[in-house]
């Protein structure tokens, strides 16, 4: 079961090398995603047996694959994702496009993989297969400058993957029994020195996924220059990777170095997140403050993580489907936006309530879950995040909450350049919002409201990964 | 100052001082000339530590054989004493001093080892250095060496006949 | 005689070679510079062979220990041999195609 | 010892072969055959099966993994003569010499797994350098490779030197020329057991090509034709590795501390001049030799410490490592000129070559999935299994990053930047011989235990 | 019950999503008849769910739980008491009022522009009810942001204009600022308490889990969010700006209802802010000195809007004396008037603005009297109200609160005295510019005056009577009412408690309020009953048409500042600092690569110089290993 979930992406990745018709390809593309997606929530649902299978004696590592909550929402959240993604791109022209939409589906199985390994050689294999394929395809389809910044982005994160490989075999070689199961290295005795020495691989590795002020300075370029389809990936599910990592590794395995770590790290995020904020204030290109406000986001996120109260934690669990579920929307409108109008500068936008009022309210709406207005998704969990900061140190969490302030400045000034104002030269150009697109961002509406009003499953779904963290 | 030593240290001075003219004659005839007599000196040595064998081979390997294609290439070459380049006088300089501390580092490494203080070499006595016991050797225990080296000197020929053919 | 003055004898002719090495330009020199090197081996090996046999009479009057060092010099002999043919041959070569033995004239390849 | 033999005799049958057949095909041919009955005979020593039994009187050692190390280092032979047979008769009209230069050195690797005995090291080493050497300078025509030959002979006569004052100092300490010291003579804790082990070991820094002893590598990789640089930097070097190992996993103690200190010296220098080199090179065959020096930096984390991942990571990378490099080289062949721009627009002309080029370089980089990575994971993890500190594993894979840096710089010519390849004429059948390497890097990268479980049967 | 709470709530919602999806389908008369109908259903709803209460007391009900977690449970309760069926009522009965009014304000607007404001409106009644309806602090800022949402879209309801979504922005991020404080209040409550139910907190305030500390913290954050809200003092300038919406608007959210939650929070948790002295002070003079500032400003503002706005803040400011002094039930009273007779007047303004063409400047009116008949009628009752005349309503609450300022502290009754003058003062000025006097307008415009369409005028005549005889529900003992209203509310915020002043004090404090606010009247009417004041070009008239450039100090002290920082971030630190550092290590490491190449020179004879310079090095670090392994020991170790 849980096997197949990775391997229905990847062989459809394999079998689009030989489709060449675009539509086509994009046809089977989202019938495979949706078959994912209904395994998953199955999975979700009623649990999924371990995947347990030998794979290199020699190290004694296996094909280990385990749905635990953190798994099953990230799980939830890719494979809703790429069906969406599908559908709202589905009619952006590429050159070879059945080799984009199979690149974009081995990240998937990429990233699925990590979030289902339970094998710490096997989770490094995965966070590699999801970085690789998007490496190539912002190379080959991104913007003007894509092949300096692309390359930026890839040897950050590939440094970075490389640190938690040390740490992975730091761990392996101190663990009791010689095998990688991450439950595993929870047992290697380490000295608390051995424990910062690790975490720092790891966390190095992480904040420059997720990212963290201030190993962040790939990511605005890298998604302005990214294909959308891309930066969706990215943003939607990708940066999750890192905050994944830190709950499935660094929280756990390291309690001592993360404790003793906390103050500088949660810090360190919340003036992250303030910086990012302000930053976004400042920005012109569309995708550049989406950008900044994801790496806001994220940080708040992460700083919850380090403060490490169970509260906090919850709400990180419940935000990382919710941001991603958001972070989607507003790309899907952006990219609507830059599709039809060639530009991203809100500066030449304006409008757009008047031109398009669905694609508006679409936009607006998406906005406001982005500020996490109650009612919306990002509201539940950001509003645990915070009494999670809150009971580490209200000082911190009254910082943080500064960026409640800056956020709502940068995105309600978005909106106003976007969609208010007269009709601009360049949004007189959207004509038409495709149906596909329409449908996508509908359908992640709707996710955003049910779950902001009633996020009970979320949390039920969560339940056993916080009891695992924090009841010994 | 037994015989012995004064012939050692005679034979050591006339190695050292033709290894140094080696160096610094000009005409590289005149360096291969005195190379030989280097190689001449050392049998001098191996004699006087009753090497005989590798004492006669030496020259005849050596200084005869060896020597002697080289000389034969030089002249093949006709490389005139004025046509040799020289390097400047501050690379030179560098070479010699870091030769000179490399030697001082080998012989340091020499003085360090305590274990070898006042040992002794055995000298003109000894039958190792004849050649029925070598030869008895070099046929039992280092036949495998022997005949491998066979096959180094068929590559070295192979080479030799790519590269010399026109 | 002390087994110092063979050790010093053959490191002293040894970095003399290196000097040459390093301090000639003539690649035939350079190369000779080279046998030099190997030649102060052999005579330490020697010296080194004599010294140990010295010890191995003290226990046996058939010892034959420090021969494999004699063996080894013979050995060094027949590969210089061997390097000595092809080293020239690619020397002649060299000079065939640049009417050179300069070392310093290959700078071709660089960086 | 089969492999000795028999890899001689066939070297001498190669040489006959240049009078007797003249068809540069066939000799490919019986090369290949004759590559095919080495390994056979080599393999068949483990059943016991000797072409000669013989008592090599402590000179040579045979054991599992030596066998095991030839093998690799056969095959690795027959995938490279299988791929690049016709462009070694295009050098010269010696074909036949070559090949059985090949098969020579092939015996002095052989005696290289083997040796038991510092005279057989010295043979062996001098068995491998002499044919490399003609090799270099094979192409008489091209000055470059005049140059790069007498660059390579004058340097590795003076490492010679170097390495046997190493062995004499050794054998002035133990009074014994052989690997394991038996317990007569001087005892443990010389000084000048020690001083000579570091010459030694400079020697045979010099012939893995490590720094601060590399100066060759670059030249002589660049002036050799492309077709044997391949070959020197492929199965000579694994097979110099070889030898390195078997010296210092025997030996290594006598430096006590002061190895965690020098060896860690030379990985990092070897890292740090290998890689931060390598960034500049606009040529790709100078970029590979640089990056062959940085790959040697990787291969001497093994020598740290015996222990089996050390022993199973050698040959899982000198494996990786020459199927990676048999592979690009066997692409540059094919170019027109060197640089990197040569490569623009390949994935548009020839999406094949570029697929199996890209496998090469991640590879040769360690991206996950390809046998590359397990190669730098097996290192890794032996280092670390060894005791030494996290830091120099940290530096390693920062220098790994910089790596990537420049093995992508052709990955984004190929595939992101339009332009009209410097493409030469290719056999249709040329691409798919390198995909079946592009192949075996894949598979080793999903099973490495696929190579080393050999080691246990 | 539950199902009554549950459609009280839902209608509303339903009105929006009828309207906000079914925009581009419906005729505007299917929208107005269903947005108003959803509205006037709630208020039939509301007055039975209150006739429940007088019954039966306070109900609650639950749905579902929209938090459930093992340290944190937040249930969708709802909770129908004496306070939250108050509001309920003010609420849905203004609501429809205006709902009303707007059916035919909006005129104008097109189909789905129509649909669009009503379906804002809809939700911001919603939004409105969960704020009131709520039985904990959580479900109460659900409602509390989303207010603050709809105000942002209706302000910023004609969305082509740049300056109106400045408002609109401006009002929605000053609402931000409270909202952080109200936000941190909650954690500081879940923290401590580990619940945000009114019940369980309201209980913990006098047991032993809250330190005074603790109370002053949340009372001080909650009174933030009450601030930004209620446009109190620092956070007051958003109000004023969001005169940019829709008239209809401004009477519903920005008089009625929405500035007034503030209120309503604190009275709802008066039983945590009867704890602290201190916050309570802090609330006082807050309120205050809103109330003087605002009304000075007033004075001399000319856009009919503007008077009325600051008029709010003003008055806003008293209830917040009010609070302060502990008179919720003045307070809440006052709430009550105020949203009678200011609707009143914010309608009767949109009655005027819409005779005059969205003319909403008052020097171009004057002598709308004849004009506009019933809008000038009830405008004038509005007036009265607002001005504290008697026997209208807002005199009684009023002075209710002047009478409870009075026994606090004197200073806070003279203070509110002055403030009470000036009230009556430009209140009336507005009156006599706008309906005494002459016609300044243009011809054009005179010669389409006309009396507003009917659908407007009955919410005006309704307003105009509630705001009239409103009093009537809190009148003091000492005029021989029982004050039904502190009655009512005595389950919220306790027994009315016996006053310390004498009757002929009251009747003292009384009588000098009601005769400055004739006094300030007769002045005003006397003044400008022929003129308009022109716009003041210097001294004390300057400063207070520019609002005492306030605007300007914000803008020169933290928006401008914090703009730069933004832009230095995003220009140096950003591109320079740490962009740079990370561009800066790749150019190193090329650097290092051209260093580093040289050392390849082509010539053999450096290479091996150099091989030798490494043997000797190798053998230099092996002799020195004792200090240099030492370091080394350490770190590989």
């Known amino acids: 079961m849980l096997l197949s979930i990775i391997l229905i992406p990847f062989i459809t990745a394999l079998l689009l090398l030989f489709i060449k018709d675009a539509k086509k390809s994009n046809t089977i593309a989202l019938v495979s995603s949706a078959a994912s997606l209904a395994i998953s929530i199955w999975v979700a649902m009623k649990g999924a047996p371990d995947f347990n299978q030998a794979w290199i004696a020699a190290l004694n590592s296996r094909v280990f694959l385990h749905a635990d909550g953190l798994a099953k929402i990230l799980v939830l959240l890719t494979t809703i994702s790429f069906p969406a993604i599908l559908l709202a791109t589905g009619s952006n022209t590429l050159a070879q496009k059945n080799i984009f939409i199979s690149l974009l589906l081995l990240t998937q199985a990429g990233l699925l993989g990590v979030f289902l390994a339970g094998d710490a050689l096997l989770f490094y294999f995965f966070w590699e297969l999801a970085l690789i394929p998007v490496y190539f395809l912002c190379s080959i389809w991104g913007g003007e400058k894509r092949i300096a910044i692309t390359f930026k982005f890839f040897i950050y994160t590939f440094l970075g993957s490389l640190m938690m490989l040390a740490g992975i075999i730091f761990l392996y070689t101190h663990s009791t029994e010689p095998n990688f199961l991450i439950q595993n290295f929870a047992h290697a005795t380490l000295t608390p020195a051995q424990q910062t020495t690790a975490f720092v691989l790891f966390f190095i590795a992480f904040a420059i996924k997720m990212p963290i002020f201030p190993l962040h300075t790939w990511q605005p370029d890298a998604y302005e220059q990214s294909p959308t389809a891309v930066t969706m990936v990215m943003s939607a599910v990708m940066v999750k990777m890192g905050l994944y990592g830190v709950i499935r590794w660094l929280l756990p395995l390291f309690p001592v170095a993360a404790k003793s770590a906390a103050v500088i790290v949660v810090d360190l995020s919340v003036i992250g997140v303030l910086y990012a904020s302000f930053i976004a204030i400042k920005q012109d290109d569309i995708k550049r403050l989406i950008a900044y406000s994801s790496i806001a986001h994220i940080g708040l996120m992460n700083a919850a993580l380090f403060a490490h109260q169970v509260i906090g934690v919850q709400g990180v669990l419940i935000q990382l489907f919710s941001h991603g579920i958001n972070v989607l929307g507003l790309w899907m409108v952006a990219d609507i936006i830059e599709q039809q109008t060639g530009t991203r500068s809100m500066m030449a936008m304006g409008g757009l309530a008047k031109k398009q009022p669905t694609l508006a309210i679409l936009l607006v709406a998406f906005a406001f879950a982005n500020i996490a207005l109650p009612l919306t998704n990002a509201f539940v969990g950001e509003f645990l995040i915070f009494n999670g900061l809150f009971q580490f140190n209200p000082w911190v969490a009254a910082f943080a909450g500064v960026s409640v302030i800056l956020s709502a400045i940068y995105t309600l000034n978005m909106v106003q350049k976007v969609a208010y104002g007269e009709v601009s030269e360049a949004t007189q150009k959207i004509n038409f919002i495709n149906k596909g697109a329409q449908w996508a961002l509908i359908i992640l509406l709707v996710i955003v409201f049910a779950s902001g009003v009633y996020p009970q499953p979320l949390f039920d779904l969560t339940a056993d990964t916080l009891q695992q963290m924090f009841v010994k | 100052m037994s015989t012995l030593q004064i012939l050692f240290f005679a034979l050591s001075a006339f190695a050292i001082i033709s290894a140094i003219m080696v160096l610094v004659s000009k005409n590289p005839i005149h360096s ?135 | 005689m002390p087994i110092h003055y063979y050790i010093y004898l053959s490191l002293a002719l040894f970095c003399i070679g290196v000097t040459g090495v390093l301090t000639r330009r003539n690649a035939i020199i350079v190369f000779m510079c080279i046998e030099l090197m190997l030649n102060a081996v052999n005579l330490l090996l020697v010296a080194f062979s004599k010294m140990f046999y010295g010890f191995g009479l003290a226990e046996s009057p058939n010892s034959i220990v420090g021969i494999d060092a004699q063996i080894f010099v013979f050995f060094i002999m027949v590969v210089a041999a061997a390097e000595v043919s092809v080293g020239l041959a690619i020397i002649v070569m060299m000079y065939r195609n640049t009417h050179s033995v300069d070392i310093n004239f290959l700078n071709r390849l660089k960086n | 010892m089969n492999a000795i033999i028999v890899s001689a005799l066939l070297g001498v049958i190669m040489m006959f072969t240049s009078w007797g057949i003249k068809g540069e095909k066939s000799q490919k041919y019986i090369a290949l055959m004759g590559l095919a009955i080495l390994i056979l005979a080599n393999l068949s020593q483990l059943n016991g099966w000797y072409v000669i039994e013989y008592d090599t009187k402590g000179m040579l050692a045979f054991s599992r993994y030596g066998i095991y190390a030839n093998t690799i280092l056969f095959t690795l032979t027959f995938l490279y003569v299988w791929i690049n047979g016709d462009e070694i008769s295009k050098i ?108 030694i070991f400079v020697a045979m820094n010099f012939k893995v090509s490590a720094a601060p002893f590399h100066f060759w590598t670059p030249d002589v990789y660049d002036g050799a034709p492309t077709v044997f640089t391949s070959f020197m930097a492929t199965i000579a070097k694994a097979a110099g590795f070889f030898a390195f190992m078997s010296v210092f996993q025997v030996q290594y103690q006598a430096l006590g501390y002061s190895w965690t200190l020098l060896l860690p010296f030379v990985i990092i220098s070897t890292l740090l001049i290998g890689n931060v080199t390598a960034v500049f090179q606009r040529s790709v065959k100078r970029m590979l030799a640089y990056s062959s020096i940085a790959q040697a930096g990787f291969m001497l984390f093994a020598l740290y410490k015996p222990s089996t991942f050390a022993n199973e990571g050698i040959l899982l990378y000198a494996f990786v490592y020459s199927v990676a490099s048999i592979g690009m080289f066997g692409v540059l062949i094919k170019m027109k000129e060197n640089s990197i721009e040569g490569f623009n627009g390949l994935a548009k002309a020839h999406p094949l070559l570029a697929f199996v080029t890209t496998i090469f370089l991640f590879s040769l980089a360690g991206i996950p999935l390809t046998g590359g990575f397990f190669a730098k994971y097996y290192m ?36 992101f930047v339009p332009g009209e390849p410097a493409l030469g004429e290719i056999q249709n059948t040329y691409p798919y011989k390198l995909l079946v390497l592009a192949v075996l890097l894949l598979i080793l990268g999903v099973f490495p235990n696929l190579l080393l479980n050999y080691l246990y049967f | 019950m539950k199902v009554i709470i549950g459609l009280i709530i839902l209608w509303p919602l339903a009105g929006f999503l009828f309207n906000g999806l079914g925009r581009n389908f419906w005729s505007k008369k299917i929208i107005a008849y269903k947005a108003t109908g959803y509205i006037v259903a709630s208020f039939i709803l509301s007055v039975f769910a209150f006739m429940n209460v007088q019954e039966y007391g306070a ?169 930004g809200k209620s446009a109190q003092i620092p956070l007051y300038t958003w109000l004023p700006d969001a005169m940019a919406g829709p008239t209809p608007v401004s009477a519903l959210i920005h008089a009625a209802t929405m500035v007034t939650a503030g209120i309503y929070m604190i009275t709802r948790s008066n039983i945590l802010f009867s704890h602290s002295e201190c916050t309570q002070t802090v609330i006082a003079i807050i309120g205050i000195s809103t109330a003087l500032l605002a009304a000075t400003i007033a004075i001399k503002q000319n856009d009919i809007k503007k008077v009325l706005a600051y008029s709010t803040v003003s008055q806003l400011g008293y209830m917040f004396l009010g609070l302060g002094v502990g008179a919720y039930t003045g307070a809440v009273f006052h709430v009550i008037t105020h949203a009678f007779f200011k609707a009143l007047l914010f309608l009767g303004a949109g009655s005027v603005i819409h005779a005059m063409h969205h003319e909403q400047d008052i020097q171009k009116m004057g002598g709308l009297k004849s004009k506009l008949p019933i809008t000038h009628l009830t405008f004038l009752i509005g007036c009265i109200a607002i001005a504290g005349i008697p026997p209208f309503s807002g005199f009684f609450s009023k002075d209710e609160i002047l009478t409870a300022a009075y026994e606090k ?229």
């Open chain 4, 92 to 199: 010269g009209n010696h074909a036949a010499d070559f090949y059985a230069l090949f098969f020579f050195i092939l015996c002095g690797a052989s005696v290289l797994t083997s040796f038991d005995n510092l005279l057989m090291l010295f043979i062996g080493i001098e068995m491998l350098s002499i044919p490399l050497y003609i090799l270099t300078s094979s192409d008489k025509t091209s000055l470059t490779s005049n140059e790069a030959g007498l660059k390579y002979f004058l340097m590795g006569a003076f490492s010679t030197g170097i390495l046997l004052l190493g062995i004499t100092f050794i054998y002035g300490a133990t009074g014994s020329f052989h690997l394991t010291v038996p317990e007569t003579g001087f005892k443990y804790e010389m000084f000048m057991r020690s001083g000579g082990l570091i010459l």
């Open chain 4, 380 to 415: 890794i993890n032996a280092i670390l299994v060894a005791g030494a500190g996290l830091w120099l594993v940290i530096v390693a894979l920062v220098f790994a990053a910089i790596s990537v840096y420049y093995y992508f710089k052709i990955i984004q010519a190929m595939y």
């Open chain 5, 409 to 637: 502290n004197p200073i806070y009754f003279y203070l509110g005295m002055v403030g009470a003058g000036m009230t009556a003062f430009y209140m009336f000025r507005l009156y006599a510019t706008t309906f005494l006097g002459k016609f300044r307008g243009t011809d054009d415009q005179a010669h389409h005056l006309h009396e507003s369409p009917i659908a407007m005028t009955i919410p005006l005549i309704l307003l105009a009577i509630a705001s009239a005889i409103a009093g009537v529900i809190g009148v003091p003992e000492i005029m021989g009412g029982h004050h039904w209203l502190g009655a009512h509310l005595t389950t919220i915020v306790g027994a009315t408690h016996e006053s310390v002043l004498s009757h002929a004090q009251e009747w003292m404090l009384m009588g000098i309020s009601v005769s400055i606010a004739v006094i300030a009247v007769i002045i005003a009417i006397v003044i400008y009953r022929k003129k308009a004041d022109g716009e003041p070009t210097s001294g004390w008239g300057k400063v207070l048409f520019n609002k005492w450039y306030v605007d300007e100090l914000y803008e020169a002290v933290i928006v401008r500042p914090l703009d730069k920082l933004a832009a230095f971030l995003k220009n140096t630190i950003e591109k320079n600092v740490i962009d740079g550092a990370v561009n800066g290590t790749g150019k190193m490491v090329q650097y290092g690569a051209r260093q580093i190449r040289l050392m390849q020179s082509g010539q053999v004879g450096y290479y091996i110089l150099f091989m030798v310079l490494s043997i000797i090095l190798l053998f230099v670090l092996w002799f020195n290993d004792a200090t240099i392994l030492r370091f080394f020991y350490k770190l590989t170790h």
């Open chain 5, 59 to 227: 109900v609650t009900v639950h749905y579902f739980d929209f938090i459930n977690t093992a340290t944190l449970k937040i249930p969708i309760d709802f909770k129908v008491d004496a306070l939250s069926s108050l509001f309920l009522l003010v609420i849905t009965g203004v609501g429809s009022l205006i709902h009303l009014y707007s059916t035919a304000y909006m005129k104008e607007e097109t189909a789905p522009h129509y649909a669009r404001y009503f379906a804002y409106l809809n939700l911001f009644i919603f939004s409105m009810l969960l704020l009131v309806l709520g039985d904990n602090f959580v479900v109460m800022f659900m409602g509390w942001e989303g207010v603050g949402l709809c105000s942002y879209l209706l302000i910023g309801y004609w969305f082509t204009n740049g300056n109106y979504n400045a408002a609109a922005i401006k009002a929605f991020v000053m609402n931000r600022i409270g909202d952080l404080g109200f936000l941190l209040a909650i954690f500081w409550m879940v923290v401590k308490l580990g619940t945000v139910s009114y019940g369980d907190v309201f209980t913990e305030a006098s047991l032993t889990k809250l330190s005074s500390a603790d109370i002053t913290a949340i009372t001080l954050l909650l009174f933030v969010g009450a601030m």
């Open chain 2, 32 to 166: 291969v000339l005195w190379l030989i007599l280097v190689f001449f000196a050392i049998s001098g040595h191996y004699i006087l530590l009753n090497a005989q064998f590798l004492a006669i081979v030496n020259i005849i390997v050596y200084a005869g054989a060896i020597m002697v294609l080289f000389l034969f290439v030089i002249m093949l070459m006709n490389v005139k004493k004025d046509k040799e380049p020289q390097k400047q006088l501050f690379v030179k300089l560098i070479g010699v001093i870091t030769g000179g501390s490399f030697l001082t580092l080998l012989v340091a490494i020499v003085k360090q080892t305590v274990q070898i203080d006042g040992k002794q070499v055995m000298m003109k006595e000894g039958t190792i250095g004849l050649i029925h016991p070598l030869g008895k050797v070099l046929f039992s225990d280092y036949v495998v060496p022997f005949e491998i080296s066979s096959v180094l000197f068929l590559s070295a020929m192979v080479g030799a006949v790519i590269i010399g053919k026109k």
